[in-house]
């Protein structure tokens, strides 16, 4: 007989947390720490323009913590030489070896315009950038004359022993299902829910993918006040480049009518409806947020991870525990 609930995750299910873009430095270390004490499974560093770089808040914090898995979340591939990347996560990987995730993706469009980086065509790029990262990652030299890529007889003289996790941070639908046939996993940015998973893995089409999936948080004895944290979590959501994440739930007219109702994100996220908030985060009491998490996973996330929020990040940190299985 079955005994497992509703709220039950699975045994291989892993719930990590976000180290926050603008947590001040003074406090990432022990936010890193406290994150792996707690027992989270993995930590990802976040690489949003104009702010923190992710490979060396990454390398900081492996070396700070004895056993979380820290990933990069994510590298735009177009602002990187993908021999000079190699080489930071085969460093990486060989000073902490099982312990390294990185993402890879082509980036938001408008960071990356800004910079003068946007490729003409991002699917390209994916592709020559991930098959000679992981060439090189190897131990293979490589030479390559793409139209993005471009190397030499390049070899790393030491690689990794453990190869660390390359995953694809995308969501364009080409772009996911290039995920699925080049990287170990795919990374879904917030909100995944587990409608826009179902048609995510459509998208994939492979088996024993990794997914993982990033989700604004909140965990209060009081639901009210924990939706009331997770909604400017959500401002951005209404933006087009978005829509694929809302497409897939029934509401999703009722959504964008609202979002063009609104005259500024402010009121648009005080306009969303509770329900519609409960949707789009893992957000509640702790008995609902694991019920949405199990939900998460039973549709194919692999990894949860949590991104707190609140005024008080440390403290967010220790409610969000009562989610790890």
Same mark, same amino acid.
């Given at each position: 007989m079955d005994t497992t609930s509703p709220d039950d995750l699975p045994p291989d299910a892993r719930v990590g947390v976000l180290l926050p873009r603008d947590l001040p430095a003074r406090e990432v270390i022990p936010y890193a720490r406290r994150a792996d004490e707690l027992g989270f499974s993995e930590l990802w560093t976040v690489e949003d323009l104009g702010f923190r770089g992710g490979i060396a808040q990454a390398s900081a914090v492996l070396a700070a913590t004895a056993r979380i898995r820290?990933?990069?979340?994510?590298?735009?591939?177009?602002?990187?030489?993908?021999?000079?990347?190699?080489?930071?996560? $085969?460093?990486?990987?060989?000073?902490f070896p099982g312990r390294v995730d990185a993402g890879v993706g082509h980036g938001m469009p408008a960071w990356m315009r800004s910079v003068g980086a946007w490729p003409a065509s991002p699917l390209?790029?994916?592709?020559?950038? $991930?098959?000679?990262?992981?060439?090189?990652?190897?131990?293979?030299?490589?030479?390559?004359?793409?139209?993005?890529? +471009?190397?030499?007889?390049?070899?790393?003289?030491?690689?990794?022993?453990?190869?660390?996790?390359?995953?694809?941070?995308?969501?364009?639908?080409?772009?996911?299902?290039l995920s699925g046939r080049l990287a170990d996993g795919t990374i879904l940015a917030e909100p995944v829910t587990p409608e826009y998973t179902a048609e995510v893995l459509a998208?994939?089409?492979?088996?024993?993918?990794?997914?993982? !999936?990033?989700?604004?948080?909140?965990?209060?004895?009081?639901?009210?006040?924990?939706?009331?944290?997770?909604r400017p979590g959500l401002e951005w959501v209404g933006d087009p480049e978005w829509a694929p994440h809302?497409?897939?739930?029934?509401f999703a007219d009722a959504f964008a009518a609202l979002r063009q109702e609104c005259g500024s994100r402010s009121e648009f996220i005080r306009r969303?409806?509770?329900?519609?908030? +409960?949707?789009?985060?893992?957000a509640g009491t702790p008995a609902s947020?694991?019920?949405?998490?199990?939900?998460?996973? +039973?549709?194919?996330?692999?990894?949860?991870?949590?991104?707190?929020? !609140?005024?008080?990040?440390? +403290?967010?940190?220790?409610?969000?525990?009562?989610?790890?299985?």
């Open positions: 820290v990933g990069i979340g994510i590298l735009p591939a177009a602002s990187r030489n993908v021999a000079f990347a190699a080489m930071e996560l $085969a460093t990486l990987a060989e000073l390209g790029l994916l592709t020559e950038y $991930a098959t000679a990262l992981r060439s090189l990652l190897r131990g293979e030299t490589v030479t390559s004359d793409g139209r993005y890529v +471009r190397l030499d007889g390049v070899r790393l003289d030491a690689a990794p022993e453990v190869m660390p996790g390359i995953l694809f941070g995308v969501r364009a639908p080409k772009s996911v299902a998208q994939i089409g492979a088996p024993s993918h990794r997914v993982v !999936g990033y989700n604004i948080a909140s965990v209060d004895v009081d639901e009210s006040r924990a939706l009331e944290r997770a809302i497409a897939p739930l029934p969303l409806p509770d329900e519609w908030v +409960r949707r789009l985060a893992v947020a694991r019920e949405r998490l199990a939900a998460l996973h +039973r549709s194919g996330i692999t990894d949860s991870v949590l991104l707190p929020v !609140g005024s008080d990040p440390m +403290r967010e940190l220790g409610s969000l525990a009562a989610l790890i299985p």
